[in-house]
C-alpha cells in the first residue's frame, strides 16, 4: 500500500515526466537543418534565433554529358564541411537532344547511361539526394529555371553547373552570409537577392569601369548574376519567376540597350536565361553579393569545360580557396552599411536612407560638395512615379548626376532611396528651429516651398549653386544646368514657375537669410490665397522679395521663356533649337505625356524601368 507522502508526490512525478516527454519530443521533432556553429561575427538578435533554426539550403547541380565534370563537381561538394547540418542534394540531368545518325545515338546512349549510373551510387550522407533525369532535352534556362520553387521564406538554393569545384570551406562561408545578411534583421536590405561564389572579372555595361577594388575589400554588392555557384534567396527567386512568366507569356524579350548580355540573348536566344534575370534585376535595383580574395580566390571555381558556354574547353577562371590557402579570417563579415555597392557599370552605388532632419540635410549637402559645384533640386510633388522613372532614365542618357529629389513621405521616396538616389523628405521642416508657425501645418505646398527655401540656404552656405526645378520638366542637353547665365546676376526667377537658379556668392548668401525665407514664404502664402493652382508660387515670391532689396544690387535676372517648350504645342518630331528644356501642366494625363515625349524622342521608359544601361566612366 502507498504511504500518504508517496501518495502526494505520485502526481507530481507523473506530472514531471509529462512535461520531459514533451521538450524531447519537441527537440527530436525539429529539422536536423538547425545552424549550428553560427560565426561570432554574426551579431543575430535573440529574438531572431528561433527563426534561423528554419533555415535550409538544398543544393542544385545542373548536369548534361561531362561525366568528368559532374564527378568532379559531386566530389568537391561531398569533400565539403557541413557542421552537422542537413543539406539536401537535387541532381538535374538534362537529356541529350535527337538525332537521326545511328553513329553517334550508342555514344550519347552510353554516356547518359554512365553518368546516370555513377550518380545513382554516389554516396550522399548529408541529407537527403534526389534525381531528376529528363526525358527530353529541356536546355540551361529551363535547367535553371525549373529546378526551384522555394516552399518557404527559410528555404535557400545552391545552384551549381556541373563544370564547377566548390572550396570545402563554401558551406560555412554561405550559412554565415544568410545569418548575417538575411536572418539580422538589423543588417538585412530587400534590395538582396543572392551572394555569388564566383571571383567577379566581368562588367556588363558597355564602356562600363573596370573591375578595381581595393585589398581591403573582401565583400561588396554588385547587380550581376554570378552562375557559377549563386545562392538565391527565396523571396527575389519567386518574383522573379513570376515576371518571367508574365514577360515570356506576353512575348517581351529581355533586351536591354547598352549591355552585352543582350547581344549574348541575340545570338543564343533562349539557350541562356541570363538576360531575363538581368533585365529584371535592373527594372527592380537589386543586388547580389561577391567575395574579393586576393590571388584571384575563390570559394567556387569553373573549369570552363567545353559546352553550352564555351565551344572548347578553356581551364580553371580562379584558384581555389582552401584551409591551406587560408591567410585571413573568412568568416568576418562587415555590417551592411560599410559595403560597397557597384551597378552594372561598375559604378559605385550608395544606397541610403530617407533625409528627414536638418543634420542629415546638412550631410548630404556636405557630401555632393565634395563631388559638384551645382546641385540640382527636384521636387517630386505632383509628379508620378512612371515620370519620375522617365526623369533617371534621360538623366542617366545626358550623363546628369548632380541631382536630389525633393518630395512628401511615399513609396516612390522610400524606393528611389533603397535603389540608392539622393531623396530628401519635405517633413524635414517641422523640425526646423525658427519655422514652426502654425501657417506651414496641414499644407504640403507650403512645406514644399519652405523645404526648397531652406535647402537654397543650406546651399549657398556651403557655396553650391542651385537649380531648382520640378517633376513635370526635362532638360534637352546638360547644358541647360552648366550654363549658369550672366555673372552679374545671383538670382535667376520666374514669374509662372518654379524653375529657378540661385547662383553661390557672398552676396546672394547674405540676401538669403532666415527673415528673407520668412518674407519669401508670407508672399508665397498670400500669393496661392489668390489662386486656384497647386504651385508656381515660389519663383514669383522670390522675385517680388527680392524687388524690395536695395535697387543697387542686381539680382534678380530672367529665365527666358524662349528656353523651353510645352510638350502640349512641340512639333511631333523635334524641339527648335535653342531650347533648354520641355514642360507640361500637371494636369495633363501620363499617356499623353508618354507619346509627346516618345515622339521627341524623351521617353526612356519601357515596361516600367529603362530602355537602357548607359555606362559613363568614372
Known sequence: MMSPHKRRLYPLLVLSLFVLFLFSYYHSSLPHTAISNIPSSSNLPQSRSNIVQKFTLTIKLLAFDRFDSIARCLRSLANADYVNDRVNLHVYIDHFKETNQSSI???????????????????????????HFRTGNVGLQAQWLESWWPSSDDEFAFVVEDDLEVSPLYYKFLKGLVVNYYYNSSNYSPSIYGASLQRPRFVPGKHGNKIQLDTGTRLFLYQLVGTWGQLLFPRPWKEFRLWYNIHKAKGIKPVLQGM????????????????????????RGYFNIYTNFQGERALSVSHRDAGVNYGKTAGPDSNLLDEDSLDFNYLEMQHLTSLKWYDFCFREVLPGKVVRTSDELSSLLYSARKKYKTIILISLHRTSQAVTMNMLCHFEKLNIQNYIFLGPNSDLLNDLARRGYPVISTEF???????????????????????????????????????????????????????????????????????????????????????????????????????????????????RSLEEIDGKIKTVGELSFAEKVDVKNANQTRVSEGTKYVFWSDDMGLDFIRSRLDNLGMWELEDNSCKAVVCHQS
Open 105 to 131: 545515338l550508342d555514344e550519347k546512349l552510353e554516356e547518359s547511361h554512365r553518368i546516370l549510373d555513377f550518380v545513382d551510387k554516389f554516396v550522399w550522407k548529408f541529407g537527403e539526394k534526389f534525381v
Open 260 to 283: 552585352v548580355t543582350t547581344g549574348w540573348y541575340k545570338r543564343m536566344g533562349e539557350r541562356i536565361w541570363t538576360p531575363w534575370f538581368i533585365k529584371f534585376i535592373h527594372s
Open 429 to 543: 521642416v517641422n523640425n526646423i528651429k525658427g519655422f514652426r508657425s502654425k501657417k506651414f501645418e496641414g499644407s504640403d505646398m507650403l512645406k514644399e516651398i519652405l523645404a526648397k527655401a531652406y535647402i537654397i540656404k543650406l546651399c549657398l552656405h556651403l557655396e553650391l549653386n542651385s537649380w531648382v526645378i520640378d517633376g513635370n520638366m526635362l532638360p534637352i542637353s546638360n547644358a541647360m544646368f552648366s550654363d549658369l547665365h550672366d555673372t552679374a546676376y545671383f538670382f535667376f526667377a520666374t514669374k509662372d514657375s518654379d524653375v529657378f537658379l540661385v547662383k553661390s556668392s557672398s552676396v546672394s548668401a547674405k540676401i538669403w537669410d532666415d527673415s528673407f525665407i520668412d518674407k519669401v514664404v508670407v508672399k508665397a502664402i498670400s500669393l496661392k490665397n489668390r489662386s486656384s493652382k497647386d504651385h508656381g508660387y515660389l519663383g514669383n515670391a522670390i522675385t
